[in-house]
């Protein structure tokens, strides 16, 4: 589910950036996903929980995998490759700490909903964190000069876009 989600809103975010600011973005994808992540407390008494956490995350996914290149172009313009290698860096940190992690919680407290659930508290800081920073940037209403295209005709693209789908088959 996360991964179709990303495949829809990877066409729409450019709109949304447009419409919301990067900020305010963030923080909605933010919330999605810490919304979804509470939610999995009650994940053992109704299954549709997770399906509904895992599209409630996939959409929060999506947004930040979205908005996180032209965050990254925006605020940090001289450094590019620099920050974004920071930011996919601490993104698989993340997962990776929460995969580690969560198994032994689950473990401990006997419980995987609570296991499963206590990441919703990181998830709320960096959506309150981000809110802070939505408040004070205060992006104009104007946002006609952002403008991103859909790179049909660009060659890299293609060739980023085939070696991610050879990279997620292998994974998949």
Excluded: K
């Excluded at 994808?29 to 939610?39: D, E, P, Q, R």
């Excluded at 909903?113 to 959506?127: G, I, K, N, R």
């Amino acid at each position: 589910i996360p991964t179709v989600c990303m495949a829809i809103f990877a066409l729409v975010i450019p709109r949304l950036v447009r419409r919301h600011g990067i900020g305010w973005l963030t923080v909605g994808g933010l919330a999605a996903i810490t919304i979804a992540l509470a939610l999995r407390w009650w994940s053992s008494s109704w299954g549709g929980v997770l399906f509904l956490t895992a599209l409630l995350a996939g959409v929060g996914i999506a947004v930040g995998a979205g908005v996180t290149p032209s965050f990254v172009r925006e605020w940090f313009p001289e450094r590019v490759m620099r920050v974004s290698s920071y930011t996919t860096a601490t993104f698989m940190a993340g997962a990776a700490i929460a995969a580690a992690v969560t198994v032994p919680l689950a473990q401990w407290w006997g419980s995987w909903p609570a296991a499963l659930t206590v990441w919703a508290v990181p998830a709320f800081l960096a959506t309150v964190a981000w809110a802070v920073v939505a408040l004070r940037r205060r992006e104009s209403a104007d946002r006609s000069e952002f403008v991103m295209r859909l790179p049909w005709r660009s060659r890299t693209a293609w060739f980023l876009a085939a070696f991610l789908a050879v990279n997620s088959v292998a994974f998949y």
